[in-house]
């Protein structure tokens, strides 16, 4: 990291004064000979191990009385030391070790805070600004000092810079292949900030030819966290002993990817010589992709077996009995999966592991599901799809070698081959446990003796170990099974665990479609009132266990249709044709759970399809002046949510946030969901500043987006009562702007940025209205002004289309511009 550099009349004419106090050369020196604990070494996505001042130390350092006596030496300098210290801290250490501060006041004067950091979205357009190249240059050499990693909440395909330091104390290697590398990385305390969990965690990380793998399983990961955090507020009393999935499932703890140097060898994967393949040729850009999971320190399920397995079956019943507890407890982990649409396809000892705890305690699970890269989540009606996950343990259905099939249908993955697999894993941990570790042996050989005699087929191609000849369970799983329970004592539950292995998992396909809920169910019936419940994983993942199972056709195409009756006409609701579809009459349907019959209601979900896949999030004001409207709000927040389903992105549901009491965004997949949430929450917060949650938001989108995500359309819900003047407003505005015209993707994720307001504050809503014709003035096109304002008294189809359907079909053309906005039409209050 370069030393500070003095400032220089060579930078400009009107560039300020220098400025060589003896605070700056005080704090320049502190951070250059930084005491311990507090001298931190990070790396950055070079390796090269570097420096770095973690957040904490500076608010230690930057008192009022030192911040306020800097400020005092810059003429022009109109920001207070509360300001700086608040929400300018880490840009003003940069300006300071550059001997530069008198330049707060360009990024106070256009709200650019620490959130903004690290300004890459002004590359390019540097020139235009009020500011010297030179100045930029040593700023931007000097900032990553200043602004390491922060693990806050679960940080999602999160595109990080090549310089950005990521705040390891120490790394350990665990594993690697040719696809990725296990690493044990310990985090600062200073930047891990998620209370709940261990600054010990673990870094996977993928290859850039293993993309893929590092997208499906961020996916499937990310899929399970928004379905457990959308039910999960602990303000609401039912919510807060919610099961999690990541009991059972190692937990996803954020993803990253951060380019490689241009010098790197791309290691390719072995080649089918067995030769190891590197190219420096030019592959375009490329990264490493990391995952950050929860580590496990008592290694995988087989080292687990092979250390514990023979003192444990020698112990008492009662030991048996709990470590088949904790095994039937990974079926929870595999159903809170398949409850998201998701199969795990790779399921194996080696990736299942042990945390450590002892298996004596009932309450905590010793064992979790991990390495979901071979997953698949199916979206959209779509159909599941083989992943080529672990070839022993594959189901026969998913077999590949068509010749083996004996004329059956084409091979294909179900939830079903899951179960499957868990069998395989049951099996070999019950010959274990009676036969020793030389009879799991004989096993495997009577295994492979008897495919190659009766699966020919299948010798040399993986499936040799497996279970099945292509067609049906192998007669020697049965045999081992009745030759290893010879002698067990008769109250073991080895027992029904054979039966239910060889009766309910490895057996035909359609004998195993029952959900796999059902074996720890069968399980905990087996064992009576003394077993604990086992509820499913995450209540709004699906129904429970013993409820009835939805039906296979939710549409009915006729009175009667192929599939069964239609329900009958109570469930629907009429709406009376041309009646206003108003925010209190939708909502009232929403909440008795009945489908709205009405042309111009289903003309509305037509249009809402034909626009185009969005994602959406609903900002709410949550000062205490919008208690008043609380009712209000819930409905309108619902109805949105409800609607904006049938233009929703693959795989996205609605995100919701009260930014000012908690910055965390929740998403939701169900409307009742929504209600629930809003309808807890207290509106006791100050007045808010929407200049910087616009801010902060646009930060937050565009550095944590994939470049090939969705557009965007935000909306506001508040009152107009702001605690800030419009012209902090209209700085975040006019940065949504430059980002509009920025070449994509950046210019690409953003669409429409909608206020609706709420009560009779009509100084809060000329203020919005005047900045609303201010930048209509900065766009070339009334239809590129991204805002749009609407009040409380109105009809949901303008919501929700806005200017859209006076059916400029053109605005939606324009790649680089904010065209086609979705803006919030005007909606009615209910009375009373």
């Known amino acids: 990291m370069s030393s500070p550099v003095r400032d220089d009349p060579s ?9 060589q106090s003896e605070a700056l050369a005080h704090f320049q020196h502190y951070i250059e000979h930084l005491p311990y604990p507090h001298d931190h070494t990070g790396i950055d996505g070079r390796g090269d191990v570097v420096k770095f001042v973690c957040l904490e130390v500076l608010r230690n350092y930057w008192t009022a009385e030192k911040t306020h006596e800097v400020l005092r030496r810059n003429q022009g300098t109109s920001v207070s030391a509360e300001t700086v210290r608040n929400e300018y801290l880490q840009i003003f250490s940069i300006l300071c070790y550059i001997s530069c501060p008198g330049r707060i006041s360009y990024f106070t004067k256009n709200g650019y805070t620490d959130a903004s950091l690290p300004f890459s979205w002004m590359d390019g357009h540097r020139a235009a600004l009020p500011v010297e190249a030179q100045f930029w240059r040593r700023f931007d050499e000097n900032k990553w000092r ?76 990310n899929e399970l966290a928004n379905a457990y955090s959308s039910i999960s ?5 039912k919510f807060a002993i919610s099961p999690n999935p990541f009991d059972y499932i190692t937990e996803y703890l954020g993803s990253f990817t951060q380019p490689l140097p241009s010098d790197t060898v791309v290691q390719l994967p072995s080649s089918s010589t067995g030769r190891d393949t590197s190219l420096e040729i030019d592959m375009g850009p490329r990264n490493n992709y990391t995952i950050v999971l929860e580590y496990a320190p ?50 194996k000892e080696l990736n299942i592991l042990y945390t450590g705890k002892p298996v004596a305690e009932h309450g905590k699970p010793c064992f979790k599901i991990s390495d979901l890269g071979k997953a698949h989540l199916m979206r959209d009606g779509g159909e599941l799809q083989n992943n080529g996950g672990n070839l022993a343990n594959m189901a026969p259905e998913c077999c590949e070698i068509h010749d083996v099939q004996h004329g059956q249908t084409a091979p294909h993955y179900t939830k079903a081959a899951d179960i499957w697999a868990l069998g395989c894993i049951f099996s070999e941990m019950l010959i274990r446990g009676r036969l020793g570790e030389s009879g799991l ?41 009745q030759h290893a329970l010879k002698g067990c004592r008769p109250d073991s539950c080895l027992h029904f665990i054979s039966d239910l292995i060889l009766k309910e998992m490895l057996v035909s396909c359609r004998d195993r479609e029952a959900n796999v809920m059902t074996l720890a169910t069968r399980w905990k019936n087996r064992l009576g009132a003394g ?18 199972p939805p039906p296979s056709h939710p549409d009915y195409p006729g009175p009667s249709g192929p599939y069964g009756p239609a329900p009958p006409m109570s469930e629907f609701s009429v709406l009376v044709e041309g009646e206003a579809l108003s925010v209190p009459r939708i909502y009232s349907y929403l909440t008795k759970s009945r489908k709205i019959v009405s042309k111009d209601y289903l003309g509305l979900q037509r249009q ?25 709000v819930v ?29 965390r965004v929740k998403i939701f997949w169900k409307t009742k969901k929504v209600d629930t949430y809003m309808r807890a929450h207290e509106f006791v917060s100050p007045k808010w500043r929407l200049g910087q949650l616009l801010n902060e938001t646009v930060t937050e989108l565009s550095t944590t987006i994939i470049p090939s995500e969705y557009p965007i359309g935000l909306y506001i819900l508040t009152d107009g009562i702001f605690g800030e003047p419009p012209p902090d407003l209209r700085q975040q505005i006019k940065r949504l702007l430059d980002f509009a015209n920025a070449p994509p993707p950046v210019g690409s994720i953003f669409l429409s940025v909608t206020i609706i307001l709420f009560g009779n504050n009509e100084t809060g809503a000329q203020k919005l209205y005047q900045l609303k014709s201010e930048i209509g003035a900065m766009v070339r096109l009334p239809s590129e002004n991204p805002i749009h304002i609407c009040r409380w008294n109105g009809s949901v189809a303008d919501m929700l289309l806005g200017r859209l359907q006076a059916g400029s079909v053109e605005q939606s053309s324009v790649a680089v511009t904010l065209s086609g906005n979705i803006a919030a039409g005007n909606l009615t209050v209910p009375e009373g």
């Open 11 to 19: 930078t400009g004419a009107d560039d300020l004064p220098p400025i």
């Open 146 to 221: 200043f602004w390491p990693m922060t693990f806050n909440t679960i940080i999602h395909q999160k595109i990080i810079e090549l310089d950005r330091i990521l705040p390891i104390c120490s790394i350990e290697l665990l594993s690697e292949s040719d696809d990725s590398t296990v690493q044990k990385v310990l985090i600062y305390p200073c930047c891990w900030k998620r209370k709940a969990t261990s600054n010990e965690v673990v870094f996977k990380t993928l290859r850039p030819h293993a993309k893929d793998l590092w997208t499906n399983e961020t996916s499937v990961y």
């Open 233 to 237: 507020n602990p303000a609401i009393p």
């Open 298 to 347: 008592g290694g995988s399920l087989a080292e687990f077996c092979k250390e514990n397995m023979a003192m444990i079956m020698s112990r008492e019943p009662e030991a048996e009995l709990d470590l088949w507890r904790h095994m039937f407890k990974i079926a929870l982990g595999v159903g809170a999966m398949h409850r998201i649409n998701s199969t795990h396809q790779d399921l």
């Open 441 to 481: 042996d004989r096993y495997e050989k009577a295994r492979i003796q008897e495919i190659s005699t009766e699966g020919p087929s299948l010798r040399g191609t993986g499936y040799e170990r497996g279970f099945h000849n292509g067609v049906k369970e192998l007669d020697c799983v049965a045999d081992f099974h």
């Open 531 to 548: 077993e604990s419940a086992m509820p499913p994983v995450a209540g709004s993942l699906g129904p429970p266990p013993n409820s009835p």
């Open 608 to 632: 809402l399809r034909g626009l185009g896949p969005r994602r959406h999030r609903i900002l709410i004001d949550d000062s205490s002046s919008m208690a008043e409207v609380h009712i209000p």
């Open 635 to 663: 409905q309108t927040a619902c109805v949105i949510a409800k609607l904006v389903k049938y233009h929703a992105a693959p795989g996205t549901g609605v995100e919701v946030s009260f930014p000012t009491a908690d910055p």
